[in-house]
């Protein structure tokens, strides 16, 4: 990699989770910052490293890879969408920079649907990428409908976390649950068995405030790891807003906290969510 970010992977090495704080190879607190993908394959243009060294230069040291599962995604071309995930993550490694690989379950709500998929998925991603420090896997995007953390996603966790642990002894997984990954007390009362894991608490601007944050503390004080790798800057659906005022509040809250986030998304598609207005050329520097 060459060393384009500060905070990046050169600096900083392989991650580790003490107590509830994600840190450097040295032990020391780190806090990882980018932009999620919209969909590899409706927004793949905007996953290649042009774009991705674009955020660098915002001050990104983190992109999240997003394979949505269905709404035509991998479960649909599960080959075509797998090889685009691995370039996106090999051009984002390239600009030194943490990925994350998200398994982006979000019409198929029970991430028990399509285990076996998962567990092919991220025995082919572990096996290829299980060395590299700069890779976090996300093992579901947001549980959602009828499901619960105790019948569904832990047992599920249960099934892929030791999948990917064969060949990823190391890496940091991050795990989402019920209500689109926004019950994490729920997480709380009964955790996973295992090191390196966090939880993953999403949250939009124009829709959701003080309680989730409320809930964000009381997941820290039980000794849950929290990490927001999904957040946007609009209402839930993707629009209404720019939700600037909310959004900074948010941000200072999880500085605060020493949180980890992405944003959602780096495309240029008609939605207040989208970080780049219709038409921006993804193979060139970004003017403001
Ligand atoms: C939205 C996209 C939108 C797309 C929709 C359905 O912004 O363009 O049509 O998904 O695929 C999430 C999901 C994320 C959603 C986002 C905004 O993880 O996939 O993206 N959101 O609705 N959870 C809460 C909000």
């Known amino acids: 990699p060459v060393e384009t970010v500060r905070g990046g992977v050169s600096e900083n090495g392989w991650l580790k989770v003490e107590g509830t704080q994600l840190c450097n190879e040295a032990?020391?607190?780190?806090?990882?910052?980018?932009?999620?993908?919209?969909?590899?394959?409706?927004?793949?243009?905007?996953?290649?490293?042009?774009?991705i060294q674009n955020t660098a230069e915002w001050g990104a040291n983190l992109f999240r890879v997003a394979v949505y599962t269905g709404e035509g995604g991998y479960l649909s071309s599960p080959e075509a969408v797998r090889e685009k995930a691995v370039s996106t993550v090999d051009a984002a490694i390239a600009n030194d920079m943490y990925v994350i690989i998200d398994w982006h379950i979000l019409s198929d709500g029970n991430p028990m649907s399509h285990v076996e998929e998962a567990e092919a998925f991220f025995d082919f991603m572990a096996a290829r990428y299980g060395d590299n420090p700069a890779v976090i896997y996300e093992i579901c995007n947001e549980p959602n409908g009828n499901v619960t953390w105790e019948r569904d996603v832990k047992p599920y966790a249960q099934r892929v976390i030791p999948i990917i642990r064969t060949r990823a002894p190391q890496s940091v997984i991050l795990v989402g649950s019920t209500t689109w990954?926004?019950?994490?007390?729920?997480?709380?009362r009964s955790p996973l068995e295992g090191e390196n894991l966090m939880y993953t608490l999403h949250f939009y601007a124009g829709t959701h405030g003080e309680t989730l944050r409320q809930r964000i503390d009381s997941a820290l004080a039980?000794?849950?790891p929290v990490f927001v790798s999904?957040?946007?800057?609009?209402?839930?659906?993707?629009?209404?807003?720019?939700?600037?005022?909310?959004?900074?509040?948010?941000?200072?809250?999880?500085?605060e906290r020493g949180i980890s986030w992405a944003n959602w998304s780096l495309c240029d598609k008609n939605e207040t969510s989208a970080a780049l207005r219709p038409g921006t050329p993804p193979d060139r520097a970004w003017s403001e």
């Open 181 to 188: 990954s926004q019950d994490i007390h729920v997480a709380a």
């Open 230 to 255: 999904e957040w946007g800057t609009s209402r839930a659906d993707g629009s209404g807003g720019v939700f600037l005022k909310e959004s900074e509040e948010w941000l200072d809250f999880l500085d």
């Open 27 to 51: 032990g020391e607190p780190v806090i990882l910052r980018g932009m999620s993908s919209h969909g590899l394959h409706w927004f793949g243009q905007y996953a290649g490293s042009q774009s």
């Open 222 to 224: 039980a000794g849950l």
